[in-house]
């Protein structure tokens, strides 16, 4: 058999502010013999999400910096080419922090193998039936733990996850208010995805608009953004009111230390909770999330889009569409074909 | 019986920055004829606490502003001395919102009568055994759900609420570690209430004496004060923390909006949960703390200290000890004789 090449992005600089390309090195080498007890992955999707950016910084994270010289972490969709591992025989389809390559040679350590079901398409499981899906059912149902008739509002409302996390929060008997930046996505908002209201941050008073679409207040906030909206909503927070901390992506290129909110003693004053989470944490649930939101998905009560991008050699340009929000969907690069 | 003179301290206008004198006005009027179902109670003791700076602000807190021309709310302990109210027969001891004044007449809304057990002193009816005793232990074990072994950051450790959490704390088995504003509050912690460690924040770099002090991380911090301490042990929170927002003295003199803490995103790596507590929410589960508290302070496990000012001509500038940090022990303005 001819060697195989793998052609892998890694890290050469610590991005200063927004990913620049030049942090990353498009190298390549031969995939090497397999050793007893490893696997080799052919990767076919990779995901792209915010949390890459963290880490790429050098500080402390939930998980290690990605060393200089590395290749990028990233979790990704693949198919086992070659086996010496009797757990992921040659033909299985896995999941896991594959990184920006084409191969991926690994014991199987934070792999997971996984059935596909013919009647959904294989995005979808870096999508709504996998780390996005699982995000947005836990973070709201676990800690936001909306009930019927309260007022839930998401930023970062046309994303993957918050997109999801609206659609929950319908199913589940609130008014949803959705947060996201452009007339395109609240319309897709309010008009294809049930919201109550939709608010672009970006030619409207969060605060304003939040106070007029929230007459109730609210009850529970999925935080995906940070900044200026995380502090209108706390100026309107009722009495324990539930802060889900899913994400900050307004701060994650800064070049500085960001402030906390503003409003931060609205918390006190209001007897809030805010509580942060990492879907890492819920690995051993994912059976529950598929249920239900298979189930929904089935009935038509929840609909997401992905946007494929062609081609692991345009991922680090691509990358940046999540931080300036010109992604439609979940973001995936395609690696290679089915 | 000849007219009783009622002396008050009314708010003529609101504090800008710390509370000046002048923001209050010592007014005079005679006690009126109490109509039916209503009651006279003499104020015996006045309790100063950092939360009476917040209720002299225009914007919404968790109680209504008091208004221009108001008598200044504060919790107090006074005796009925005339009663129009079956409920409240004259010699009732009663606790609640009575101000900043000689005589309250009120038809018991708000106020609740106690039984003084003879063995303990009046004044910690205001400290252990009352609001102060609530907050420590439902904020702490509530709240911060502290396990043995843990470490436990408590700020404001010198307060009245503070040593009686740090107390708490030893007696769950934590590691205890309290940050004071002086070096006599930090021997106190340490050689009379058995903290394991105590630090000065105005000697010491707190985030380098917390990551000696704290050499496991953090588990739970009691938030007391704010600012730059709650920065630091932000930054040394493990995973899963327990943050009991209680107080933030540090901004409530502020001129102009405090900026919330610079690591906010650490709650979110960590998957910490921050948590506003008010002990009003708790009322209803006073016997549970009394019953615990008693027992701890016949023990000796539980050591407090009172610091009464006589006279309620001295309350304005007596306040003012709870932010320079110069009273020893929880505040009380004796209004009258026991």
């Known amino acids: 058999m001819a060697t195989k090449v793998n052609r892998q992005w890694r890290l050469v600089s610590r991005p200063v502010g927004s990913i620049a390309e030049s942090n990353f090195e498009w190298t390549q080498e031969p995939v090497p013999t397999l050793g007893e007890g490893q696997i080799l992955v052919r990767n076919i999707y990779l995901s792209l999400d915010p949390t890459n950016r963290g880490w790429l910084n050098e500080g402390e994270n939930y998980l290690p910096p990605v060393a200089i010289g590395e290749v990028i972490r990233g979790f990704g969709i693949g198919v086992v080419e070659q086996s010496r591992n009797v757990n992921f025989p040659e033909g299985t389809l896995v999941q896991g922090l594959l990184g920006w390559q084409d191969y991926a040679v690994t014991d199987g350590t934070n792999l997971s193998e996984f059935l596909k079901d013919p009647s959904i398409p294989l995005t979808a499981y870096l999508g709504l039936f996998g780390l996005i899906g699982m995000t947005a059912y836990f973070g709201l149902l676990d800690i936001g733990k909306p009930k019927v008739g309260e007022t839930l509002v998401v930023s970062g409302a046309a994303g993957a996850v918050g997109s999801l996390v609206g659609q929950i929060g319908k199913i589940k008997g609130c008014r949803v208010v959705g947060i996201a930046g452009s007339e395109e996505k609240c319309r897709w908002l309010k008009d294809e995805l049930g919201f109550d209201a939709a608010i672009n941050y970006k030619t409207e008073s969060v605060l304003e608009s939040l106070q007029q679409h929230c007459p109730d207040g609210i009850d529970v906030y999925f935080e995906n953004v940070g900044g200026e909206i995380l502090d209108a909503v706390l100026k309107l927070i009722n009495l324990r009111a539930r802060i889900v901390l899913c994400g900050l992506i307004s701060q994650y290129n800064a070049t500085q230390l960001v402030p906390g909110p503003y409003n931060f003693v609205n918390i006190l004053i209001k007897r809030a909770k805010v509580e942060g989470f990492i879907v890492l944490d819920y690995f051993n649930r994912a059976q529950e999330v598929l249920a239900d939101l298979g189930e929904w998905y089935a009935q038509g009560k929840i609909k997401y889009r ?27 690069i395609k690696v290679s074909e089915e």
Do not use: C, H, S
């Open 306 to 332: 992905v946007d494929v991008i062609d081609g692991l050699e345009n991922a680090p340009r691509t990358i940046n569409k999540l931080f300036n929000g010109t992604n439609q969907g979940k973001l995936i």
